[in-house]
């Protein structure tokens, strides 16, 4: 059947790969991105949700009538212990969870009314521990709170709402922090068993089966897309 996804950070990486997937599938896109992007597939709408108040957000999710949402904007600032500004902090979880929650109840009517829905967040595999991440990780361990509790109250309604925790994969976002032959881009790859980079196709994969009627009993849940790097931190 055919549904509307709203896809936040879909002009390039994971939600991007999402996108193309989805709309391969039959599917109509909603985008929200900071820059626009060549020949995406569906309707994008160019907002900075770094600055943009709730206000304009929640009017473009309304007026859209999505069926789904994918939380996949993230902020990254890199900052060891000692170093970390609460204006930072407080930047980063602004950015990862406000568009979130608001995305999220702005839509929650129209799902409810049809009795269908699905709200996916995209966290992190850094939740579970990360030298210089204490700010992104905090948010991406919240939006794994946020899933679970939603799904809690969702649960008799149709809504299904998740959370997919990728490991280091190989988008803009993760070179920018992470370039070819860096320290940092040695140390995430001796975490993954597999020996390499996720694909953002590979995520979006999940998330596409997350979002489908195929995995209407399943929700509360964070599923790790990391090449085995969740078991090897927990074997830690």
Same mark, same amino acid.
């Given at each position: 059947?055919?549904?509307?996804?709203?896809?936040?950070?879909?002009?390039?990486?994971?939600?991007?790969?999402?996108?193309?997937?989805?709309?391969? +599938?039959?599917?109509?896109?909603?985008?929200?991105?900071?820059?626009?992007?060549?020949?995406?597939?569906?309707?994008?709408?160019?907002?900075?949700?770094?600055?943009?108040?709730?206000?304009?957000?929640?009017?473009?999710?309304?007026?859209?009538?999505?069926? #789904?949402?994918?939380?996949?904007?993230?902020?990254?600032?890199?900052?060891?212990?000692?170093?970390?500004?609460? %204006?930072? /902090?407080?930047?980063?979880?602004?950015?990862?969870?406000?568009?979130?929650?608001?995305?999220? +109840?702005?839509? /929650?009517?129209?799902?409810?009314?049809? &009795?269908?829905?699905?709200?996916?967040?995209?966290?992190? /595999?850094?939740?579970?521990? %990360?030298?210089?991440?204490?700010?992104?990780?905090?948010?991406?361990?919240?939006?794994?709170?946020?899933?679970?509790?939603?799904?809690?109250?969702?649960?008799?309604?149709?809504?299904?709402?998740?959370?997919?925790?990728?490991?280091?994969?190989?988008?803009?976002?993760?070179?920018?922090?992470?370039?070819? #032959?860096?320290? #940092?881009?040695?140390?995430?790859?001796?975490?993954?068993?597999?020996?390499?980079?996720?694909?953002?196709?590979?995520?979006?994969?999940?998330?596409?089966?997350?979002?489908?009627?195929?995995?209407?009993?399943?929700?509360? +849940?964070?599923?790790?897309?990391?090449? &085995?790097? %969740?078991? &090897?931190?927990?074997?830690?």
């Amino acid at each position: 059947m055919k549904r509307r996804f709203l896809i936040t950070g879909a002009s390039k990486g994971i939600g991007l790969a999402l996108a193309n997937r989805l709309a391969s +599938q039959g599917h109509d896109i909603v985008g929200i991105a900071r820059n626009n992007v060549d020949s995406f597939p569906g309707k994008l709408h160019l907002l900075d949700l770094a600055d943009a108040g709730g206000g304009e957000l929640a009017d473009i999710v309304e007026r859209s009538a999505v069926d #789904g949402i994918v939380n996949n904007v993230g902020l990254v600032r890199a900052e060891p212990l000692g170093a970390i500004a609460v %204006s930072t /902090l407080e930047e980063v979880m602004r950015v990862n969870l406000h568009p979130a929650l608001i995305t999220s +109840q702005a839509a /929650l009517s129209g799902m409810r009314s049809r &009795g269908w829905g699905r709200i996916v967040n995209v966290s992190s /595999l850094t939740v579970l521990g %990360s030298v210089e991440r204490t700010s992104y990780a905090a948010a991406k361990a919240a939006l794994v709170s946020f899933a679970r509790n939603w799904a809690l109250e969702l649960a008799s309604s149709g809504i299904t709402v998740n959370a997919v925790s990728p490991g280091p994969t190989e988008t803009e976002l993760f070179r920018q922090n992470n370039p070819v #032959g860096s320290e #940092g881009e040695a140390r995430y790859l001796s975490g993954v068993p597999m020996r390499r980079f996720g694909r953002p196709e590979e995520i979006a994969a999940t998330i596409a089966f997350l979002l489908s009627d195929d995995a209407a009993f399943i929700t509360g +849940q964070t599923l790790h897309v990391d090449g &085995g790097a %969740s078991i &090897g931190k927990a074997a830690l």
